[in-house]
T-cell receptor
């Protein structure tokens, strides 16, 4: 069983469209994250959710919105897509942030905006 | 979180031990050292973490200097599948927190056959 799964794996879309990326974890973790890896391979955290509350919101455009229907899912919605949104998006989960916490990552969703 | 410095790239022969250094001279007393790696086209993978003492698990060993200003990740018998970017991350392990990971540029480790 895949611990953290994302769908779709690849997503090609036109500028201005609205799209969603789904993420599910079967580890029973209470915290989920979204990271963005740009073309220069820098990995940056975008959001995290803990007990259905947004804990971190970095300097991410409000076109991006995480939605968590339950503890096992954290979907990423993106409105009005722009060329600069092209990147690989990774979902991750962990059990809190205490000592010994390790994050498990999904395989990534490669988003290409044309 | 404290800043880390790692070499951009390293080579290691297959079957030999790979030793990846990391400097974190501004680390504070409540910050842990974490190592993750990212194999090409995959998500990052947790390897090991430690506070003061050396640590070992099935994947690797982590050696932290006594002053905690630097550490070394050791892959004892490197294989071709260990070719990846290795990230050294220093962070506070806050109980109940969810502050995520701050990735630097990492070290691109290339295992040579």
């Amino acid at each position: 069983d895949t611990a953290v799964s994302q769908t779709p794996k690849y997503l090609v879309t036109q500028m201005g469209n609205d799209k969603s990326i789904k993420c599910e974890q079967n580890l029973g973790h209470d915290t989920m994250y979204w990271y963005k890896q740009d073309s220069k391979k820098f990995l940056k955290i975008m959001f995290s959710y803990n007990n259905k509350e947004l804990i971190i919101n970095e300097t991410v455009p409000n076109r991006f919105s995480p939605k968590s229907p339950d503890k096992a899912h954290l979907n990423l919605h993106i409105n009005s897509l722009e060329l600069g949104d092209s990147a690989v998006y990774f979902c991750a989960s962990s059990q809190g942030g205490g000592a010994g916490t390790e994050a498990f990552f999904g395989q990534g969703t490669r988003l290409t905006v044309v | 979180d404290a800043k880390t410095t790692q070499p951009t790239s390293m080579d290691c022969a297959e079957g030999r031990a790979a030793n990846l250094p990391c400097n974190h001279s501004t680390i504070s007393g409540n910050e842990y050292v974490y190592w993750y790696r990212q194999i090409h086209s995959q998500g990052p993978q947790y390897i090991i973490h430690g506070l003061k003492n050396n640590e070992t698990n099935e994947m690797a060993s982590l050696i932290i200097t006594e002053d905690r200003k630097s550490s070394t990740l050791i892959l004892p018998h490197a294989t071709l599948r260990d070719t990846a970017v290795y990230y050294c991350i220093v962070r506070v392990a806050s109980v109940g927190g969810a502050d995520g990971l701050t990735f630097g540029k990492g070290t691109h480790l290339i295992i040579q056959p």
